[in-house]
C-alpha cells in the first residue's frame, strides 16, 4: 500500500481538520439570491455566481447544483421556495459536502434559525462557506465567526425594517399613502410625493358597495346581485 493512501485510511480516525481530509472528492451546491424583484434588473446575481464558481473553482470543489438565481425574502427561511429546495436536496444528498454562498446574508438573515440550520448541515458533513467571509468553521473560533455574521444579518434586517415603518408612519401623518393604492384609487405623484387620488371609473361604485353595507347590511353577493350591469364596470377598477 503507497504511503499516501495509508495515510488517508488513518486521517478518517483523526481528530484534525475535516476540510483537509476532505480535499479529495468534494462536492458542492451554489446557492444565490436578491431581497427583491427589482434587484434583479441589476449585476448583484451575476456578481454572486460569478464569484460563488471561482471559489469553487479555487478550492478544488465539484458544483453539483445551483440554487436560487432569483429573488427571495429573507422574513422567514420557509416561504423561501429555492432555499426549501435546497435544504430538501442537501437531507437527500450523501455526497455533498459544502454549500457556498456569496456572503452569509444571501443564505439567510432569520438570526438563530440559520445558525441552527447551519449546525443541522454541519452534523451531516456539509459545511457553508461565504466567498466574502472566509471562516474555518472547524474550529471554535471560527465558528463563533460565522454565527456571529449571522446574527449581525438579522439584526441589520430589523433595524432596516424599524426605520422603513419609521418612515412610513411619517409619510401617513403627512397625509401620503404608502403602497399599492386599494380599489378605488391610482397611485399618482403629487409636487413629487407619491400618493393617491380617486379612481374615476370605479370610486363612485366603492363608496356605493360600503353605503349598501354599512347602511343596509347587505353581503357582497347580495351586492354583486343588485349591481346595475349598465353602470360603472368593476372590471375596469385600477385598470
Known sequence: ????????????????????IRSIDRKAVIYTRVSSYEQLNNTSLEIQQRECRTFCLRHGLEIVEEFGGTYESAKSDDERKEFKAMIQFLNRSRTVTDVVVYDLSRFSRTGGPAVATIDRLKEKGIDVHAVTQPADTDTAAGKMMQSMSLIYSHID???????????????????????????????TKVDGEKTIVPDPNCAKLIKLIFRLKAEQGLTNEEIRILRNPASIQMSTCGS
Open 157 to 187: 434586517n430589523q433595524m432596516r425594517r424599524e426605520k422603513s415603518v419609521a418612515g412610513m408612519i411619517a409619510r401617513l401623518r403627512k397625509g401620503f399613502y404608502c403602497g399599492t393604492a386599494p380599489h378605488g384609487y391610482l397611485n
Open 1 to 20: 500500500m503507497k504511503k499516501q493512501e495509508s495515510q488517508d485510511i488513518f486521517a478518517q480516525f483523526a481528530k484534525g481538520k475535516k476540510n483537509q
